[in-house]
């Protein structure tokens, strides 16, 4: 079959990856174009990576050269205008995370979507590596047993100078802090294997970071299932962990990596009793695929060709969204929030900092001083400076 072709927008670090990762992928694919608002840096980019055809803007791609699929790698704030864009001009689109800046311009994308394409897929690729689908399988057919407790750990570390990255660090260009753009990597993969949640108990702060947005986030999420699941998210962590374990009646489940997993990075226990039927269904899985872009963009371009919706879908995208949104609610307002208040009345509908009114509820006590010494990184307490 003829190969898909892709465009690229956007040709910062994360649009190298994704060319290596289609690159990898040999004749199933071929990218034809790429855009970029800074053209030294796409002229670069296209002759780096022998892409043809290169482009001042996303309209002058789409209206020229519309390929089938276009891979949006550009900062959050533009993904969900550039998504609609692309939907409207017949192309599907795959785009980086966060998917978009809220739950109102999640629905937005829907809206641009054709119920027969073209479609929208996030780029959440943990779910894609064999451990996560081996794990998936052994939940649906019930071979662990009810989930009953989960741990989500993305303890990172980003230092002053990333956010000094003038999108980084605000509501209005990145959409929140690690909540939003480091932890939902985990957070999604979590909620791919445990399903739907049901209510969220959460806290927010900024202790150490001069930005406009959280630093770190711990929640409490209740699932429908029952199980529940602690959640971390931080920036402020020298020794850097990404971490999952999941607790079911006959085993425990690990994952312990830092921005991709492999094979090797899981860990299964079986409950007393259990052994013999948990390690033979879990010997028996599927091995062998990393957990990196490459896994997840094979499906996507079968979908695509295939004419079907690519993994993962807006409505599977937005259960993570979901919970992001939740979080921030949470903290806020310091209530439990249960998932449907995130209607389209609720202030955290349209933006993960609400109304502006209760972000002092991330405290700057941490930070006495600091502002004093960056005056042009100064900290609103309320609504942000430099909006």
């Known amino acids: 079959m003829a190969p898909v072709t892709v465009a690229v927008v956007g040709t910062g670090s994360i649009a190298a990856v994704h060319l290596q990762a289609l690159r990898a992928l040999g004749d199933q694919v071929t990218v034809i174009a790429a855009t970029d608002a800074d053209s ?24 020229t050269a519309p390929p089938d699929l276009v891979h ?96 980084r660090g605000r509501w209005d260009t990145e959409g929140g802090g690690p909540t939003m753009g480091h932890g939902i990597h985990q957070m999604d993969l979590l909620c791919y294997l445990l ?12 202790q150490a970071r001069r930005t406009q947005t959280e630093d770190l986030s711990l929640a409490h999420v209740t699932f429908a299932s029952g199980a529940v699941a602690s959640v971390v998210n931080s920036v402020l962590s ?7 374990r999941f607790d079911f009646e006959r085993a425990t489940v690990e994952l312990t990596h830092l921005y991709g997993y492999r094979d090797t990075d899981w860990r299964i226990t079986p409950a007393p009793g259990a052994h013999a039927l948990v390690t033979a269904a879990w010997e028996a899985g599927e091995y062998g695929v990393s957990s990196g872009h490459q896994a997840q963009f094979g499906h996507v371009l079968r979908a695509v060709r295939a004419g079907s919706p690519p993994p993962v879908t807006l409505d599977d995208a937005l259960r993570s969204m979901d919970l992001v949104a939740a979080i921030y609610a949470s903290a806020f307002q310091g209530r439990t929030m249960r998932h449907d208040e995130l209607t389209p009345s609720s202030p955290f509908y349209r933006s993960m900092r609400g109304d502006g009114t209760a972000l002092n509820s991330l405290g700057d006590d941490a930070l006495t001083g600091l502002a004093a010494a960056s005056p042009a990184a100064t900290i ?8």
């Open 195 to 206: 399903g739907d949640w049901s209510q969220v108990s959460a806290v927010a702060r900024r």
């Open 72 to 167: 949006v790698c550009t900062p959050p704030g533009a993904h969900a205008g550039q998504a609609v864009a692309c939907l409207r001009a017949g192309c599907s689109v795959l785009v980086e995370k966060p998917p978009a800046l809220s739950l109102s311009e999640m629905h937005t994308v829907a809206a641009a979507q054709g119920e027969r394409g073209p479609f929208f897929a996030a780029v959440f690729q943990h779910r894609f590596g064999s451990g996560a689908r081996r794990l998936k399988k052994l939940i649906d057919e019930g071979v662990l047993g009810r989930p009953l407790l989960a741990v989500c750990s993305t303890a990172w570390f980003r230092d002053q100078s990333y956010f000094d990255e003038p999108w």
């Open 238 to 244: 020298p020794r850097e962990e990404s971490y999952l």
């Open 40 to 63: 030294v840096r796409l002229r670069e980019f296209c002759a780096r990576h022998e892409i043809p055809a290169h482009y001042d803007s996303l309209p002058e791609l789409l209206e």
């Open 380 to 387: 609103a307490a309320s609504d942000g400076a430099g909006r």
